[in-house]
């Protein structure tokens, strides 16, 4: 019988002027106790980049998505998004996935992720900031080359003559276009995962909350799929060589996942400064957390990373830029994927009960 069920993880990561999120500019939230908005990257966000980074690190395609529209009076309307509800692609598996047909045409089939995943918050809201600017799409050092239509209320092209007499007594450049309060978030910020060992690997065979289909059990039996039992039920296990392939890529994507699916000018190398593991999460808390210090004239806090509160603590050489440090080593990361490594691989995925 395994003692612990659960693997916990926390990231400690510095952005520098980077943007979360592109399409309504940085996402933010308030701080009651402090009393301003602080930036964050959603929960979402960073699954979907540590599942892009896994699929990419075991050279596999994405599970495929069925995008459903509806025609409404000659226009497209949105309708469901369907999942191919198959484990054998790993971002399904570790990722979790939900079908429900419109009207009830099909059972729906979901299953919850082994993976659940915080937002990438700040690690204290003194340790972070969010930076304004406006920005320019700005191509006026070439007018010979790049053309400038202006159309009226009825949608009618302007003449090269009517838009000099509009401009006339004007600054206003045609060729620049400004694109006001874009913010930017810098500092340092922290992620937690929760590993659930006894999912990790295993699909329910439950038909009355199903998770996959009577045809998908088949089809998982025939490639070799292991039939077993855990606390929710009758389940399949991923075959050990299967496992064996996915465990290493899951830890290097857990700690080494970036946010790339952002504009160019937003880039961060959004580094991993600390990585604390343990069975027990009150203790990465404790091991990668903040002091909030009273100096009489406004609060502060002070970053700290201790290798004493109970957690398996990997600090690398970036964090002595942030944080006073002793024990920062050049492999730390690595160190980091072998813990993980070593706890995915000792559970018994197929002796559970």
Known sequence: MNTSNFIYLRGLKHAENAVFCVENGQKSYYDPQFGFQVPYSSGQQVKRSILSTLTDLLGVEPAPTTFVFDVKEKSLGEGEVLSICDPTYPDQLLGGWMRAVK??????????????????????????????????????????????????????????????AMLSGTDRSLLRKWIPDNYRATGLFVYDIAIDLRTL???????????????????????????????????????????????????????NWRITS?????????????????????????????????????????????????????VTLPCSNYIV????????????ESKLIEMMTAFDYENQL
């Open 103 to 164: 009207e009830g045409k099909e059972r729906t089939v979901k299953r919850r992720s082994p993976l659940s995943i915080s937002a990438m918050h700040p690690l204290h809201p003194l340790l972070v900031s969010k930076s304004k600017e406006n920005i320019t799409f700005d191509r006026s050092d070439r007018p010979e080359v790049h053309k400038v239509k202006v159309r009226d209320s009825q949608g009618n092209e302007l003449s090269e003559e009517q838009i000099e």
């Open 262 to 314: 952002n504009q160019a000018r937003t880039f961060s190398l959004m580094e991993t400064l600390a990585v604390a593991i343990s069975d027990n999460a009150n203790t990465l808390a404790a091991a990668i957390r903040a002091k909030l210090i009273d100096d009489g004239e406004k609060p502060k806090a002070k970053p700290i990373v201790d290798e004493n509160a109970g957690a398996n603590l990997f």
């Open 201 to 255: 690997f295993c699909v329910s065979t439950n038909q009355f909350e199903p998770e996959i289909s009577k045809e998908m059990i088949a089809q998982l039996v025939e490639k070799g799929w292991v039939k077993s039992k855990n606390v929710f039920g009758e389940c399949l296990i991923l075959p050990k060589t299967e496992r064996e392939k996915i465990i290493p890529a899951l830890a290097k994507a857990l700690i």
């Open 325 to 336: 440090t002793e024990t920062e080593s050049a492999d730390a990361l690595q160190q980091a």
